[in-house]
């Protein structure tokens, strides 16, 4: 019950910072970046539809072949989004003011309203249907891969808004608003905190294991690998730091063994002891 209710406000929360996004900066600047939100910007700056309407009205036929498709229970856990953001972005409209016309500052700031929103709507196990409603439905047909299929569907909705409204421009300034809140609802959904990872080939291993656990207090996670190339088995080491811990490490693995093989990758959130509790 309580994780219910803490998904309900997180959806709500969400839906508003998206609402924002949308009437502040998107639709008044008639950036259509993508989407059900993109399709009602043509239609709003086209016949003086609002937008909140325009999305409902296209979310029906998705919800009715979505119910077909894909089941009850995917539509009643996109119904509250998809109603809520409508009915938020109608009654928000003509109480926010529009802070500016600067289409790069607009695309770039309607982006981190979007894109946190449908992160922390994603993150409480809601979704606004739209796209993501239609790219799954598309998938039943196709088995393509949805990311792609979002990805076709948004540039899509782009190029119809550039062609609409004349102005490559305002096409361009639209893909920045994509890319800037896809790269925030990962980053919401994933974590903004980024850690390490570090693999590590040695002969050393286990003098660099019992370094690493003494000196960071940092696990340690010990696999047999083989070479390809000379078919020799060595023992492979896995450890996750923080970035501060990353210089520390380093030294750590080559005042041991000068010769060692490091690969270093990002790591967007880590669960467990040591780092962050999942709730």
Known sequence: MAQNVRDILGVSLGVILTALGLDMFLIPNKIAAGGVGGIATILYHMINVPAGAAMLALNVPLFIVSFYRLGLQFCLRSLYGTVALSLVVDMLAPMIPVPTHNLLLASIYGGVLVGLGLGIVFRSHGTTGGTDMAAAILRTYTGANVGQLLFLVDATVVL????????????????????????????????????????????????????????????????????????VERTLLLSVVHRSEVTRLKDIVYSIDPRAFIVLADVHEVLGEGFKRYR
């Open 160 to 231: 119809a808004a550039g062609v609409t409204f004349r102005s490559a421009e305002l096409a361009m300034y639209a893909m920045i608003t994509i890319f800037v809140a896809s790269w925030l609802i990962d980053a919401v959904q994933e974590g903004f905190k980024y850690t390490k990872a570090f693999l590590i080939v040695s002969d050393l291993t286990a003098d660099i294991a019992a370094a690493i656990i003494k000196e960071l207090d940092r696990g340690v996670t010990a696999w047999t690998a083989r070479g390809m190339y000379t078919g």
